[in-house]
């Protein structure tokens, strides 16, 4: 028998598609050489492109959750908000968003109007409407079978150009809540007989937020902390500005529940997926104003300076362990798995 | 939210870390025998903090690490001919000598995560057309919870569900390390989540014949750090004996209703342990009352009985394993060898002794190279 070599991945893999170090080799190796332009380059979660003197930001995201319902929302509030986000962190105000479905044989339609339901609420609570969309059915037999994909389209106001190249040294890292909720909230829902919880996912869309400090001249940028976690966030950020974004674990909030269902799992919390969280770098002089307001709205009431950007370790993110020591917050190799003990 | 304790933490552990540097004359190497001690001593940096006395060497406590490959053969064997292979999330990625069953579920094989070892007895029950096999691995901690799914199965009668099995025990692999002549061991932390099911009493071997001190911790730092000053405090007061730290979980006599459940399925057998070797009496497997449970013996003829050789790279496992080098002395280690492309069992598991000092001290590789 011929031996497989193990450095080759022939096949794409669940970890591929979870946000570390393996998306970002396929990204870098597969998508990048392909379509390279100079908007794509950074891969930020939009671009914003020039058109008739007006700056317009377009984001796409795809979604693919299981179960399609759980505690607190369903993949389509996730639709709408996570591309509404996408949108929000690159400065722009969402104007519009298209919808495809990929539909399996044999999904229930209760199931579907349920979450297109879903969408339309959760579109008109952010204040945009979903203005075309497309409709496939693909393969057979799954009653969960509903894949969506939704592209936003938003306008970047005069004077904003938000980017983790405008991060300099001592600028505080702000972060909107407790982290790790929606990724626990998934997990409790897909083990529900052995995970006795009742944890709600953070789906929500940030537009209030992103409107309440957008004038402040010290925000350098945002990112919503979604798949990979506050952790990977924070990696990236600190890869695209090539600066150190240091936390301390003791001011980052984790709900009670979610932190024993992580323990019970053994997974990392900074690492579990966020859908209606916030990180804003900003300037020093800035910070406790930004603070001030983002508490003043209610997605974002509980707002914490978790940090701030140092240069001991160019384009790599820090973390200060509650005793003290310092240990580096990297992007995962490989996906986090529930451990045996 | 977490503050309130966090935030009286550090002032605990620097009440810790201040006696421990009073008492700390000499060096002292201190084994902490389980994957999940070196895990949170990583996690929260405790090696950074301690004196320099005091040096940790990780031993082979990752079940996952342990597992033999060929274990890891069978299970993708069995789900390419069609069953339903389920395991804990942290055996998918481990590589066999064919690959992992990450990479068999990528091409198609049915492999489900369970959380728990009756979670993969429901879905036998549920999918009576369907043959199940539970890959259950673990050390005395999770082998309990394993019998009590064939206890379950057997009630249930069903025809279409079984074990196959890598079940290992901890005192027989720590006679065999300190049979080595050297082996730099002063002192050992004791596993805290074994000992809640066999109790303090199996390792009073290690102070009456070896003249190792043992304290039995729990897995917050505070936990190790106060296990370590109760180390200190044995050797100071000249003391040898098993102490338990993680008092609010482990008693003497252990769970009797736990050793009694083992007792019933399994028997005590030889052992193959990767990147170690066979360990005489190390091991349990699945008694012949329930031989219809075990896999092992029910799909006998289809199974590959040995492993493809061992990845050539993976040479210095055995010595990380043991504790007797770090993963810093191993050439590989970061090159080549990393948690998306392990050689061997330290890197396989997240709670494995490379996976966790290259998760968290990324650093000091980059120095150290």
Known sequence: MSRADPRLARVIEASHGTGGKMTHDLVEQVFLPAFRNPHLEPLLDGSVLEVGGMRLCLTTDSYVVQPLRFHGGSIGDLAVNGTVNDLLMCGATPVALTAAFILSEGLELGLLRDVVEDMARAARRAGVEIVTGDTKVAGAGDREGLFITTAGLGVVPAGIAWAPGRIRPGDRILLSGSVGDHGASVMASRFGIALDT????????????????????????????????????????????????TAEERRIPVREDVRGLCEVLGLDPLYVANEGRLVAVVAPEDADEALRRLRAVPETREAVLIGEVTRDRPGHANLRTPLGAVRPLDLLPVEQLPRIC | MRYVDEYREPKAAQGLLAAIRDLAAGPLRVMEICGGHTHAIYRSGLDQLLPAEIRFL??????????????????????????????????????????????????????????????????????????????????????????????????????????????????????????????????????????????????RFLPEEYGKPVVITGFEPLDLLEAVLMLLRQKAEGRCEVEVQYRRAVRAEGSPKARAVMEEVYRVQDQEWRGIGPIPRSGLGIREAFHAFDALRRYERDLPVEAEEEDARAYTCGEVIQGVKTPLDCPAFGFGCTPEHPFGPGMVSSEGTCAALYRYRHMDREVMR
């Open chain 2, 58 to 203: 990780h031993g082979p406590g990752c079940p996952v690490c342990v597992t033999p490959a060929v274990r890891v053969d069978q299970a993708i064997a069995l789900a390419e001919r069609g069953c339903i292979v389920c395991t804990y999330g942290d055996m998918l990625r481990v590589p066999g000598s064919r690959g992992s069953l990450r990479q068999a579920a990528a091409r198609g094989a049915d492999v489900r995560i369970v959380y728990g070892s009756l979670d993969a007895v429901e879905i036998a029950r549920r999918e009576s057309g369907r043959e199940v096999v539970f890959l259950a691995v673990g050390f005395e901690t999770t082998a309990p919870a394993n019998a009590c799914a064939i206890l379950r199965a057997r009630a249930l009668d069903l025809r279409n569900f079984s074990v196959l099995g890598s079940h290992v025990l901890v005192p027989p692999v720590l006679r065999h390390l300190l049979k080595a002549p050297d082996t730099g061991i002063d002192a050992f932390i004791g596993p805290g989540h074994v000992s809640t099911v066999v109790g303090s009493e199996d390792y």
């Open chain 1, 198 to 245: 009742d944890i709600p996912s953070d789906t929500c869309a940030l537009q209030d937020a992103v409107l309440a400090v957008r004038d402040i001249p010290g925000v350098r940028c945002m990112r919503d902390p979604t798949r990979g976690g506050l952790a990977t966030t924070l990696a990236e950020l600190s890869g695209q500005s090539g600066l150190t974004l």
